[in-house]
């Protein structure tokens, strides 16, 4: 229930960015978005009983440059959802899940099976009927931008597991750096509008501070909280329920509507991610074990980072 109720904030979180870029500059959004979580996890981090709170040299080294590419994935999907809709943000963004895969080696170094980039192709199409929209025209510059997102994202999260894979870092640690990396990045970027803040409707506030409190650090607490309790297959697949999210607050709240071409392009886009999933993670449970009975000559050469137990695929952690 948990891991539904995180995958449900995730998927609003689309229109809530919409609404609030409509009404902001979206580096002055990103801005407070990342000023607001930085205050909330270093509120949570200082909180007694949490056990040491320095950060370690490991979680340094990963949470800076994490830090910067978790901007980029934000700046150009905030900029992306500010110009498409919220459903089509959503699904498309969803396109991360196939993409990873193709980026992070570990788990399948043998190369994936073909069908896994048969699902690809299914979800290719499905943007393609996605940017559509009422017809076949040039596609919509937030369309680009939410696939260049998807890749960037999807470079993110393969980055992730590789700067983390077999250290000792503490997640709320790490997502505290990239909080404070970002909220670095974007100040002097968007200083000169803070004066705009005074003047925000305060329904623009609410949307700010849902943003920052609930799909960033509460979504992630949350998240890491419930995969601990629960396997990894069924937390990819609640999680993966995301788009479905995205696209049913845009229809519900947004007043977006789908077309035929549209509705098409979302089922597609739905099955042909979970389809890719299914493959990657049954290919990676069957790699694995093969590499660690019949290690390969680079194995050999470097035993203390090869990993001896299963690599989970990463879910979509960036939160948007």
Partial sequence: MVLLLVAIVWGSSYL????????????????????????????VVAFPGRGPRRW??????????????????????????????????????????VLTPLLDRT??????????????GVCVLAVGLLMAGNGFHAPRLGDLLMLGAAV??????????????????????????QTLVGTVLFLPLAAHGLPALAHAAP??????????????????LAQTWAVQRTSASRASLLLGTEPI?????????????????T??????????????????????????????????????????TTPTTPTPTPTTPTTV
């Fill in 56 to 97: 370690t040299r490991e979680e340094l080294r990963a949470g800076v440059p994490l830090g910067f590419t978790q901007a980029a994935v934000l700046v150009v999907e905030t900029y992306g959802v500010a110009h498409t809709s919220a459903a089509n943000a959503g699904l498309i963004i969803s396109l991360t899940i």
């Fill in 152 to 177: 960037v994202r999807a470079g993110h999260v393969a980055l992730v597991g590789r700067l983390t894979a077999g250290r000792a870092i503490r997640p709320l640690h790490l997502t505290t750096v």
């Fill in 245 to 261: 999210w995205a696209a049913a607050a845009g229809v519900a709240l947004g007043g977006e509507h789908f077309t035929a071409l």
């Fill in 16 to 43: 809530s960015a919409q609404t609030a870029t409509s009404a902001l500059p979206v580096l002055l959004v990103l801005l407070v978005r990342y000023a607001l979580s930085a205050l909330a996890c270093l509120g």
């Fill in 107 to 120: 788990g399948h170094r043998g190369g994936l099976p073909p069908v896994f980039y048969a699902a690809a």
């Fill in 263 to 304: 509705g098409l392009g979302a089922v597609m886009m739905i099955a042909g991610t979970y389809w890719g999933q299914s493959v990657e993670r049954a290919h990676r449970a069957t790699a694995l074990p093969r590499t660690a009975v019949h290690p390969t000559q680079e194995d050999t050469r470097c035993p203390a």
């Fill in 203 to 220: 329904a623009t506030w609410t949307q700010l501070l849902y943003l920052a409190l609930f799909c960033s650090v509460f979504a992630f």
